[in-house]
């Protein structure tokens, strides 16, 4: 597993603005992500894990839908897995929840979803961890036949991942946290130059690393990981994680977390919120541009802060939402 370059520009000197050129490095920012290499490590796929098979005859009522009649040409669904202890899963079908209960403290879990109309179905599977965070959506294809039990088993949920702090100064430790299922190993994929990480789920799922990034140029990165049984079985990625890489010697008070909106202001209706300059739904090259052009001046857009002017500190928090 490798992490290579993802995107690379070149920013103009800003006249007084030391601290923009500082914070670029020499008049450059890479957007670093985390891509899968087979010729180093095994690249996660439920294609090569899950096993779905039919056979047996349905029971009679029960499972999600109740006791509703069943038809000739209704089919169960018995989905098995593993997760964190205490996630909270939820299994949609067809993009309507059809399932919501709490992982037992082993990891493991099983779902039987009756009355399933024959046919080709979307079951979509998410977790949400002990500390509220998400990890990302499965979703799996099933052709459900008429008078049958199809069973998807060795279905791993990828882990959760966050970083703490999820931005920092030039040689400073990020710490990798997250959940999955207990014993798990976590492979997570660094920036280039940096040794994949590897942790193990304790009993509770709950795992951590950390790394230096002391030999990262300053700019923003990206990493993800996933999961692996002891018995080869792969989770997918898991939702990719930004770290924020500043000078050393950035005052505290210009290092983003997770910025805020504006008592009162709802995020759905706020303009420019969270980075997207140009409401693109990417936080880019473009972004970035409209916030240099507005440098020092006031303009509500590029005033993330609100705080009357357009600084450091708003490009921090552009920043911290890169997508590139």
Not at 15 to 42: F, K
């Amino acid at each position: 597993m490798l992490c290579s370059a993802g995107e690379h520009f070149g920013v103009k000197a800003l006249g007084t603005a030391a601290a923009v050129i500082l914070l670029l490095g020499a008049g450059e920012l890479w957007a670093q992500t985390s891509n899968c290499t087979p010729a180093t490590l095994p690249c996660p796929s439920l294609d090569s894990t899950v096993s779905i098979t039919i056979g047996g005859s349905p029971g009679g009522g029960g499972g999600s839908s109740g006791n509703l009649p069943r038809e000739v040409t209704d089919g169960d669904v018995v989905i098995k897995g593993y997760s964190a202890p205490g996630s909270i899963v939820t299994i949609l079908r067809d993009g309507t929840v059809a399932a919501s209960f709490i992982t037992p403290i082993e990891g493991r879990f099983e779902r039987t979803l009756t009355i399933i109309p024959a046919g080709i179905h979307t079951f979509a599977l998410f977790a949400i961890d002990q500390e509220a965070h998400a990890t990302p959506t499965v979703a799996l294809s099933v052709s459900v036949a008429g008078g049958t039990v199809t069973t998807i088993a060795d279905l791993v949920m990828p882990p959760t991942l966050w970083a703490n702090p999820a931005a920092t100064t030039q040689g400073s430790p990020v710490a990798l946290n997250g959940f999955a299922a207990p014993g798990a190993e976590v492979f997570i994929a660094l920036p280039s130059g940096l040794p994949v990480l590897r942790a193990t789920a304790a009993g509770s799922g709950r795992f951590s690393a950390s790394f230096d990034t002391s030999v990262l140029s300053l700019g923003v990165y990206v990493v993800r990981g996933y999961a692996r049984l002891s018995g080869g079985l792969l989770s997918e990625f898991s939702s990719p994680v930004r770290v924020v890489v500043l000078p050393a010697g950035t005052p505290p008070e210009v290092i983003p977390t997770e910025p805020s909106l504006p008592p009162g202001e709802e995020e759905e209706v706020r303009t420019c919120a969270r980075g997207d300059l140009s409401n693109d739904s990417h936080v880019n090259l473009t972004d970035f541009s409209i916030l240099i052009y507005w440098w020092g001046s006031v303009n509500q857009c590029a005033d993330q802060n609100g705080d009357g002017s357009v600084n450091l500190t708003d490009l921090s928090i552009l920043l911290y939402w890169w997508t590139g």
